[in-house]
């Protein structure tokens, strides 16, 4: 029997016509893909037919005219029952219907004649003809040339066929499903892993911005987008959130169409709706004529926000192939616009805690200048100094804050000193020095319990420490002194030699400097003394100048 593949092309543009048609859908799309099969496994042409309604789908030329209606019951049938199934036999003609079960509903079937012995005459149709309704010439004309075929082998293979299509469809299904699958594990660890970097970014000594930065650099190798911005709605200073008038700020990664005024537009016109969920713009939107950004063909945008408080926007924008954007770019913008927005409002918590902090070691500094009128301003100075002395030896902005707190409450033990001694306008006695000299550590026990203050001890407790063993409260030596103890001492040495005391005028810059030399390596650690002569004509002015507020909000305390 003839069954091996073998193309129909007459057949094959007839079924390809239906797909393109207007009403082609994709059930359609699929029983016409069946059917193709069954033309080229079983060598014939096969007409398709919907028993819903009797009507021919997709008609085929090379088969007699039949009147399809009058077996319209018995496809239906067939439909139903999903098996192959020889409708009508009469020899030597045979009918088969084959259900195109992969299409919903069951109402399509394929059918197809086929010759069951060899013809001599026309007179062999005589019977079938009758039966089947058609000229008896029709059929031996039908009949020529065309190959026999066993009625039971022919219902045998078309369901041979009809099992392989059924597990083509399943294993094209099941490696749709597996590439979906790989894909979305492929994204999901990308976006983890994005973001799983992103937390262990959120130290608070980061600014937002750093973190946003990192976000969006990273944000272009998960996410397909030409451009990524961040808008903040305002830049950080302190306390400058409500009410802001300021402009806004931005961060960019790849190629942004926008500028930075038409990005503030944007962000407006979707803020409302931005506010609550992300924002996802195609380009059903951006083809229309009104757009305002004809540069954006796709969009998403989300809110960096914390509760209620809106920090700015996270954007990406046009797809590199100009595909959509969707729900899994929205989600991970969303995540990344989150951990931003809590970042900066933990870094606002974290900066108000530290202006808070300040404030109080500066209220305390004022108490201990207060109670001794004579060194009024001490406190102070020491602190600015001391933190010249610390940017002249390197340190960071961290330590510089440290030093700076430190040196406003190195003396804070004075608080517990007799007034009579403090405000002692001559010379002090030799027990009214020793105690003077309990204020160290009359100064680490008002701090020790004080958990903010803990970074501060070795300074309060170690300042009257000497290089060379011979200052208290322990009488450390050399490096065993703490090092930001050794540089508030050579601060404060300065302060009190230059200072104007009740018994004396304070002492000329040569004088302090020759006595600063010759301490160095003795009193004071060397490389302190020598910061101070490398910046000694910056620190003659930070204390002539007196308290600069602005000099003090530079060590930036978020
Ligand atoms: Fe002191
Ligand atoms: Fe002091």
Same mark, same amino acid.
């Given at each position: 029997?003839p069954l091996?593949p073998?193309?129909?092309a ?6 390809e016509a239906?797909t393109t048609g207007?009403?082609?859908?994709r059930h ?7 059917a !193709?099969?069954?033309v080229r496994w ?5 007409v ?8 021919v789908?997709a008609?085929?030329?090379q088969l007699?005219?039949?009147d399809?209606s009058q077996?319209?019951? $018995?496809?239906a ?8 199934a020889l409708?009508e036999?009469e020899?030597p003609?045979?009918?088969l219907?084959v259900?195109l079960?992969?299409?919903?509903p069951?109402t399509l079937?394929?059918?197809s004649?086929?010759l069951t =012995?060899?013809?001599? $005459?026309?007179a062999d149709?005589?019977r079938a ?8 010439d029709e059929l031996?004309?039908?009949? !020529?040339?065309?190959?026999v ?8 293979m ?6 392989k299509l059924?597990?083509?469809?399943r ?5 749709m499903?597996?590439d979906e699958?790989?894909?979305?594990i492929?994204a999901?660890?990308?976006?983890i ?9 959120l130290k ?6 750093t ?13 397909? $987008?030409?451009g990524?911005?961040?808008q903040?709605?305002?830049?950080v200073?302190? +306390?400058d959130?409500?009410g802001c008038t300021?402009p806004?700020?931005?961060?960019r990664? @790849?190629?942004?169409p926008?500028?930075e005024?038409?990005?503030g537009?944007l962000?407006r016109m ?6 609550h969920?992300?924002?996802?713009v ?8 009104a757009?305002?950004?004809? $540069?954006?063909r796709?969009?998403v945008?989300v809110?960096i ?5 809106v920090?700015?926007?996270l954007?990406i924008?046009?797809?590199?192939l100009g595909?959509?954007f ?10 990344i616009g989150t951990?931003i927005g809590?970042?900066?409002?933990n ?5 108000e805690q530290s202006?808070?902090?300040a404030?109080?070691? +500066? ?6 200048d207060a ?11 020491v602190a600015?100094?001391?933190?010249r002395?610390a940017?002249q030896l390197?340190?960071?902005?961290e330590?510089a804050k440290?030093?700076y707190?430190?040196?406003l409450?190195?003396d804070?033990?004075?608080?517990g000193?007799n007034?009579d001694?403090?405000r002692?306008? @001559?010379r ?5 020095f020793e105690?003077?000299?309990?204020h160290?550590?009359i @100064?680490y026990k ?10 501060m ?5 170690h300042?009257h420490?000497s290089w060379?063993g011979?200052g208290?409260?322990h009488?450390?030596k050399g490096d065993?002194i ?5 540089i508030?001492?050579v ?7 230059t200072?104007d005391?009740?018994? +004396?005028r304070?002492?000329?810059?040569? =004088? ?9 390596g003795?009193q004071w650690?060397?490389?302190v ?8 004509q910056?620190?003659?002015?930070i204390v002539? =100048?007196?308290?600069?507020d602005?000099e003090?909000? !530079?060590?930036?305390?978020?």
């Amino acid at each position: 029997m003839p069954l091996a593949p073998h193309s129909n092309a007459g057949s094959t543009m007839t079924l390809e016509a239906i797909t393109t048609g207007a009403t082609a859908n994709r059930h359609r799309r699929a029983a016409v893909a069946a059917a !193709q099969s069954l033309v080229r496994w079983l060598a014939s042409p096969f007409v398709v037919i919907d028993t819903a309604d009797g009507s021919v789908v997709a008609p085929q030329a090379q088969l007699p005219a039949f009147d399809w209606s009058q077996w319209n019951a $018995t496809l239906a049938q067939v439909a139903q029952v999903g098996r192959p199934a020889l409708i009508e036999e009469e020899d030597p003609v045979a009918i088969l219907a084959v259900p195109l079960s992969s299409a919903e509903p069951a109402t399509l079937v394929a059918v197809s004649a086929f010759l069951t =012995r060899p013809v001599h $005459t026309s007179a062999d149709f005589q019977r079938a003809a009758q039966v089947m309704r058609r000229p008896v010439d029709e059929l031996w004309n039908w009949s !020529q040339g065309r190959k026999v075929a066993d009625p039971t082998a022919l219902e045998q293979m078309a369901d041979l066929v009809l099992a392989k299509l059924a597990a083509d469809a399943r294993i094209a299904t099941l490696e749709m499903e597996v590439d979906e699958l790989a894909q979305r594990i492929g994204a999901s660890y990308e976006e983890i892993s994005l973001i799983y970097r992103l937390t262990q970014n959120l130290k608070l000594s980061d600014s937002r911005e750093t973190l946003a930065q990192l976000a969006l650099e990273w944000l272009a190798e998960v996410v397909r $987008t030409e451009g990524a911005v961040v808008q903040f709605d305002c830049p950080v200073t302190p +306390r400058d959130i409500p009410g802001c008038t300021a402009p806004p700020t931005h961060h960019r990664v @790849g190629a942004c169409p926008l500028d930075e005024t038409e990005l503030g537009e944007l962000f407006r016109m979707y803020e409302q709706d931005a506010r609550h969920r992300p924002v996802v713009v195609n380009q059903a939107v951006t083809r229309d004529p009104a757009w305002r950004f004809p $540069t954006v063909r796709e969009l998403v945008i989300v809110p960096i926000s914390e509760g209620s408080r809106v920090y700015g926007w996270l954007a990406i924008f046009n797809h590199p192939l100009g595909q959509e954007f969707g729900t899994s770019e929205a989600s991970l913008l969303s995540s990344i616009g989150t951990i931003i927005g809590i970042h900066a409002a933990n870094a606002d918590l974290y900066r108000e805690q530290s202006e808070l902090l300040a404030d109080v070691v +500066r209220a305390m500094s004022s108490a201990i200048d207060a109670k001794d009128p004579y060194t009024r301003g001490h406190s102070d100075r020491v602190a600015r100094v001391a933190v010249r002395l610390a940017r002249q030896l390197g340190c960071d902005d961290e330590t510089a804050k440290v030093i700076y707190l430190s040196g406003l409450l190195h003396d804070i033990g004075k608080i517990g000193i007799n007034d009579d001694v403090l405000r002692k306008p @001559g010379r002090l006695t030799e027990p009214e020095f020793e105690h003077v000299k309990t204020h160290v550590t009359i @100064g680490y026990k008002i701090l020790k319990d004080l958990r903010k203050m803990q970074h501060m001890l070795p300074v309060v407790l170690h300042h009257h420490e000497s290089w060379d063993g011979n200052g208290y409260p322990h009488g450390l030596k050399g490096d065993d002194i703490p090092y930001l103890a050794r540089i508030v001492a050579v601060a404060d040495s300065y302060d009190a030699m230059t200072s104007d005391r009740p018994y +004396r005028r304070g002492l000329e810059i040569e =004088r302090v400097d020759a006595i600063l030399r010759k301490g160095a390596g003795q009193q004071w650690d060397a490389r302190v003394v020598e910061a101070y002569f490398a910046c000694r004509q910056e620190i003659a002015e930070i204390v002539n =100048r007196g308290v600069d507020d602005n000099e003090l909000a !530079q060590l930036q305390w978020s």
